[in-house]
């Protein structure tokens, strides 16, 4: 049961998106609370003193999974999916671009050594370049790798609990 802030009328079905009565959208206005519809008494009031109800994000669900969020995290968080699952697009193409550059540097210079080794002289450039792709591999998925990590342990510890758009995880 959701009540609308701005004029106290029950909702027809918890997925309105506006109240009927006001036009208000679902969560806007601060009069009334949006779980029991008792009168706010003070303007910033951020719990209900008649039901208890935490006021600020009730009603306000995401249809995201924190549990699913937290699992993409640990086994494809260093290709950032478990931001983009969230809505965080702009982290996951990070997420995402850091590790495939590393990859894609770490397989080039695979390829590279694998041809120059059918010729007679491996040149010591090339050796470097291949050292520099593997550290450039291992510091950018391994460095992802663990942002991610931190990121997933986050989710289930309850640090970051809304999505991409503001609403509270389930």
């Known amino acids: 049961m959701y009540v609308c802030r701005n004029c106290g009328l029950q909702y027809v079905s918890d997925e309105a998106v506006m109240c009927t009565r006001c036009q208000a959208p679902k969560g806007e206005g601060g009069q009334y609370c949006p779980c029991c519809g008792a009168p706010v008494r003070q303007p910033m009031q951020n719990v209900c003193l008649n039901c208890g109800v935490e006021m600020q994000g009730y009603g306000n669900t995401s249809t995201k999974s924190k549990v699913a969020a937290g699992v993409l995290g640990l086994f494809l968080g260093c290709f950032g999916v478990h931001n983009f699952y969230l809505g965080y697009i702009k982290k996951g193409i ?3 671009v850091i590790s495939l550059s590393g990859y894609i540097a770490y397989f080039a210079t695979v390829i590279g050594v694998a041809v120059s080794q059918t010729s007679d002289n491996v040149s010591k450039t090339l050796i470097v ?3 520099v792709a593997l550290v450039y591999f ?3 998925v ?3 790798g663990i942002w991610a990590f931190v990121e997933s342990i986050m989710i289930f510890c309850g640090k ?3 999505d991409g758009k503001g609403r509270f995880l389930k």
């Open 142 to 144: 391994i460095g992802v």
């Open 160 to 162: 970051i609990k809304k």
């Open 138 to 140: 291992c510091v950018s």
């Open 94 to 96: 990070i997420q995402l």
């Open 129 to 131: 370049l291949a050292l």
